[in-house]
């Protein structure tokens, strides 16, 4: 079965900076791409930034030039490296893997979800 679990938020200042971790409980290679999103209340789930198999990555522009995603495939964990906080970044943040699962003779794409850890950034 596969599990994702996310840790390092927190509560910070303005300008300040968080590292998030997304755990796999198995290689990160089985995914075609892995992504951070992110979830304010009243506010529709998100694009943050995203990692595919060949390392490729790519960022929304809100969070361009501030985030930083990045792969340790020894520790089955990607990261997001977050400085420059602003009050506009306050949301719960998740990790997301997706892939092309066959069953059944079906062909079709897959995510699967951490639970989300929640990032607060004051004025």
């Known amino acids: 079965q596969v599990q994702l679990k996310e840790s390092g938020g927190g509560l910070v200042q303005a300008g300040g900076s968080l590292r998030l971790s997304c755990i796999f409980s198995?290689?990160?290679?089985?995914?075609?791409?892995i992504g951070w999103y992110r979830q304010a209340p009243g506010k529709q789930r998100e694009l943050v930034a995203g990692?595919?198999?060949?390392?490729?990555?790519n960022y929304a522009d809100f969070v361009k030039g501030r985030f930083t995603i990045s792969r340790d495939n020894a520790k089955n964990t990607v990261y997001l490296q977050m400085n420059s906080l602003q009050p506009e970044d306050t949301a719960v943040y998740y990790c997301?893997?997706?892939?092309?699962?066959?069953?059944?003779?079906?062909?079709?794409?897959?995510?699967?979800w951490g639970q989300g850890t929640q990032v607060t950034v004051s004025s």
């Open positions: 997301n893997g997706r892939r092309m699962e066959v069953g059944g003779g079906e062909i079709k794409q897959v995510d699967y």
């Open positions: 198995g290689s990160t290679s089985i995914f075609n791409a």
């Open positions: 990692i595919s198999r060949d390392d490729n990555r």
